[in-house]
């Protein structure tokens, strides 16, 4: 699978851009996946129109907006653009606006960007390195900061065997009731966004993160979809992490949702997987 820095080229990132609105931020990230051959016009308009009918939910956290739109054939080959603004704008989200960079992607699938989009996910959940993001100087200096998240990409199973050390009796005592201490994953968990391929899978990624701490990572799968797909889904999980605005749009699917403002915390997703198991 491509790192982020193969995703990213220098020529798709932008620093001290002016924006007048939201939608002038978005298609400055469209028009740097059409420069690079990414995608087309369409697709930006694309992304244009996923927040204009289902609200500001790509404001993943607070400061950062994460534009896509589904996988199409305007998307000529998978890859992603960074805009850092000048001066920040509005979405309209509760609690994470104004906005002061907008990351987009264009998928031409739900599997080829996960690894990307999983360190992605880490290192803007970390604070000394999301701070080196945002003090990057040039895109050349942001590429070598994500360059280093791509070359931590091997510590993922050491981080999982660390949680199972470190963690492991508290989830021999937490784990959900009908697991077994070697059977496979008896519980799932979604994690939902209007087109099942960015928001949902940091959503997802952060989550996964808290459960390799738990040592619950054997006992709950965790799978990243969309709104349409999760209604169909629903049954088979017991729970839905989703933001404020996709949760209005799930409305009552028969299992609870829960809402998360932060997808990149997780001391937030911890809080609510606690909440959701009662523990």
């Known amino acids: 699978m491509a790192s982020l820095s193969e995703l990213l080229p220098a020529e798709a990132i932008r620093l001290g851009l002016t924006a007048d609105d939201w939608r002038s931020a978005v298609r400055a990230a469209g028009d740097l996946l059409v420069a690079t051959g990414t995608s087309t016009d369409a697709y930006t308009d694309a992304m244009v129109r996923t927040v204009e009918e289902n609200g500001p939910y790509i404001v993943i956290a607070p400061g950062f907006a ?11 080959r998978t890859g992603l653009s960074w805009v850092r603004l000048a001066e920040p704008v ?7 606006d ?11 699938d739900s599997g080829s960007h996960t690894a990307a989009m999983a360190a992605l996910a880490r290192l803007l959940g970390d604070p ?11 895109p050349e200096a942001l590429r070598r900061v994500l360059a280093r998240q791509d070359g931590n990409g091997d510590g993922d199973q050491d981080r999982a065997r660390d949680a199972e050390d470190t963690g ?3 989830g021999e005592r937490r784990r ?6 070697s059977g496979p994953a008896v519980h799932k968990i979604l994690t939902v966004c209007g087109n099942g391929v960015g928001t949902s899978l940091f959503l997802k990624n952060t989550l996964e993160q808290v459960l390799d701490r738990w040592g619950w990572a054997r006992h709950i799968t965790v799978e990243a979809t969309d709104t349409i797909s999760a209604r ?11 933001s404020r605005e996709i949760a209005r749009t799930l409305g009552d699917i028969g299992v609870p949702v829960k809402i998360v403002e932060d997808f ?3 001391a937030e997703v911890d809080a609510v997987l606690r909440d959701t198991y009662d523990v």
């Not at 994460?66 to 000529?76: G, I, K, Q, T, Y």
């Not at 104004?98 to 031409?108: F, I, N, Y």
């Open 66 to 76: 994460f534009a896509h739109a589904r996988p199409s054939p305007e998307v000529l």
């Open 90 to 96: 509005t979405f309209g989200h509760q609690t994470n």
């Open 98 to 108: 104004p906005v002061t960079l907008v990351v987009a992607l264009a998928a031409r």
């Open 128 to 138: 000394e390195t999301e701070a080196a993001l945002r003090a990057a100087s040039d």
């Open 168 to 170: 492991g009796r508290a």
């Open 176 to 181: 959900p009731a009908t697991a077994s201490a």
């Open 232 to 242: 169909g889904k629903a049954s088979e999980a017991q729970a839905v992490l989703a």
């Open 264 to 266: 990149t915390s997780t």
